[in-house]
């Protein structure tokens, strides 16, 4: 138990030390650990106050990214 609460705090340490762009899928290559594992270990670090993940603002991001990178999207851009 110890070393997964260890390894949750330094998932948490690393997300509120990411850049602006970063998201969980750099977290997976950085800690070498499956998307729902580091979502997990974010959501319960939010719990304990170690970090402040929103799932929702994530996923709208991600989202905002893919659409920004679709070869389809003739402005290749959005407007905020």
Do not use: Q
């Amino acid at each position: 138990f110890a070393i997964k609460t260890n390894l949750v705090k330094e998932v948490c340490l690393r997300w509120n030390s990411k850049e602006e762009w970063e998201t969980t899928r750099h977290l997976t290559e950085y800690f070498g650990l499956s998307k729902n594992t580091i979502v997990r270990y974010l959501k319960r670090g939010t719990e304990l106050g170690w970090c402040n993940y929103n799932p929702k603002e994530e996923m709208r991001k991600s989202g905002l990214k893919n659409i920004k990178n679709t070869p389809n999207n003739k402005n290749n851009t959005l407007n905020d």
